[in-house]
């Protein structure tokens, strides 16, 4: 089945989002228990702007990590055009697959 460009990239980001938020939601958790220990009256701003910062750091590295996990899993053969077809193939033993179909998800241009 053959997706459009848009609705792979909507279908990348959302990938993105979700783990980003999940992922801060629970470093933020950990982050307000420890600070609470250290000081009981925390400025909830403080948590609020760790849980927003945390969310766009661990996007970022996603995204970096899709994008060394596809280019090293095109350098070892895991990646091949389609013959006469647009798109990729992606061997099913790829390592780190999710994180190879996620760039190209995000990045539909590449296949």
């Known amino acids: 089945m053959v997706h459009s460009r848009p609705w792979m990239m909507v279908r990348g980001m959302l990938k993105i989002v979700l783990v980003a938020i ?12 420890l600070a609470r220990q250290i000081d009981a009256d925390v400025a909830p701003q403080i948590v609020s702007v760790f849980g ?3 969310c766009g750091l661990v996007s970022m590295w996603l995204q970096a990590d899709a ?3 596809f280019r090293v899993a095109k350098e070892k053969g895991f990646v091949k055009a389609r013959n006469g077809e647009a ?6 033993d790829c390592p780190h697959r999710w994180l190879v179909v996620l760039h190209a998800e995000l990045n539909p241009a590449a296949a």
């Open 87 to 92: 798109g990729l193939t992606i061997a099913a």
């Open 52 to 54: 927003f910062v945390t």
């Open 22 to 33: 999940a992922t801060a939601q629970l470093l933020t958790a950990a982050f307000t228990l």
């Open 67 to 69: 994008r060394r996990a």
